[in-house]
């Protein structure tokens, strides 16, 4: 079944539809809510929230957009309240990996080049990082990122492009040792 005949039959009783749409979009909507937040608890509650907020106000949806593009746009409304809320940066959780010498380094390095680019493109402005998050990690088209972020494909793709060349930028100053 499509997301359409999901909802439909959601409304007819059928509680399982709804689940079968959580399991379709969880995974989606908890990536996107850590790569806005950095916070793995806050992705989790955000995710939760954002399927809460979906159900109790399925009645609004009214099938102009696809019901994944209408999902994004509540995740990252609830990623822009949390960011609103907490504007300090937060580490990211340590995971005790045990592995040997050489793989520990690769784990250490990738952390790294993790870290430096999530903190990069947290200086990337709002809309930018948006652009960049929902093309290139969510995959997701000009006209879907369009239609979340409620502005033209034009506007995507200069956010994108914009956003691209002042991560670049960041990352270059990172590399020549000129950030701190």
């Known amino acids: 079944m499509d997301d359409l005949e999901l909802i439909e039959s959601y409304r007819s009783g059928n509680e399982t539809a709804m689940e079968?749409?959580?399991l379709k979009y969880q995974k989606n909507?908890?990536?996107?809510?850590?790569?806005?937040?950095?916070?793995?608890e806050e992705s989790k509650d955000i995710a939760q929230n954002t399927f809460l907020q979906a159900i109790k106000n399925l009645d609004k949806f009214r099938r102009e957009s696809l019901f994944k593009t209408w999902l994004?746009?509540?995740?990252?409304?609830?990623?822009?309240?949390?960011?609103g809320k907490h504007r300090h940066n937060h580490e990211e959780l340590q995971e005790n990996?045990?592995?040997n010498?050489?793989?520990?380094?690769?784990?250490?390095?990738?952390?790294?080049?993790?870290?430096?680019?999530?903190?990069?493109?947290?200086e990337v402005p709002e809309r930018q990082r948006l652009a960049i998050l929902l093309r290139t990690y969510e995959g997701l088209n000009c006209r879907e990122v369009a239609d979340i972020?409620?502005?033209?494909?034009?506007?995507?793709?200069?956010?994108?492009?914009n956003g691209v060349k002042k991560l670049k930028e960041l990352l270059?100053?990172?590399?020549?040792g000129t950030k701190a």
């Open 101 to 122: 010498q050489s793989g520990a380094l690769n784990v250490i390095l990738n952390k790294e080049r993790d870290s430096l680019l999530m903190k990069s493109m947290s």
């Open 172 to 176: 270059k100053g990172y590399r020549h």
């Open 29 to 40: 909507i908890y990536r996107l809510a850590y790569r806005m937040t950095s916070d793995m």
């Open 20 to 22: 079968e749409l959580i």
């Open 72 to 83: 994004y746009q509540i995740a990252i409304n609830l990623c822009l309240s949390f960011k």
């Open 97 to 99: 990996i045990v592995v």
């Open 149 to 161: 972020m409620n502005i033209s494909e034009g506007a995507v793709r200069a956010n994108y492009h």
